[in-house]
């Protein structure tokens, strides 16, 4: 067993992994929808974009600038059915961040 001194132990100890976020789940679907509010001349409510993730969010790249909550209302079509209904009941992050778009 190997000794170690009591004063470098800690600089002995195995890096810890460095967490990262969470993944995405995969939408099976191949597209992705904008649950929340119209916005005049940027996104209209039930925006369809085909294709991954990314390829989302550089469409709505201009909505999301101005708007940040615009990318929080962009569900996956797997999604979209539950996210639907959730979107209307209050005590949950999409209800609130369609509230603040609305009111804007």
Same mark, same amino acid.
């Given at each position: 067993?190997?000794?170690?001194?009591?004063?470098?132990?800690?600089?002995? /100890?195995?890096?810890?992994?460095?967490?990262?976020?969470?993944?995405?789940?995969?939408?099976? +679907?191949?597209?992705?929808?904008?649950?929340?509010?119209?916005?005049?001349?940027?996104?209209?409510? $039930?925006?369809?974009?085909?294709?991954?993730?990314?390829?989302?969010?550089?469409?709505?790249?201009? %909505?999301?600038?101005?708007?940040?909550?615009?990318? +929080? /209302?962009?569900? +996956? $079509?797997?999604?979209?059915?539950?996210?639907? /209904?959730?979107?209307?009941?209050?005590?949950? %992050?999409?209800?609130?961040?369609?509230?603040?778009? %609305? $009111?804007?």
């Amino acid at each position: 067993m190997k000794k170690t001194d009591p004063l470098n132990a800690a600089a002995e /100890l195995p890096e810890q992994p460095v967490k990262t976020q969470a993944k995405r789940p995969v939408n099976h +679907s191949g597209f992705y929808c904008y649950i929340g509010p119209n916005l005049a001349g940027l996104i209209q409510h $039930g925006t369809i974009f085909r294709g991954s993730w990314d390829d989302a969010l550089k469409a709505a790249a201009a %909505a999301i600038e101005k708007y940040p909550l615009v990318k +929080s /209302l962009i569900v +996956s $079509g797997d999604a979209l059915p539950a996210e639907r /209904l959730k979107i209307k009941k209050p005590g949950n %992050a999409l209800y609130e961040n369609y509230k603040k778009l %609305a $009111g804007k």
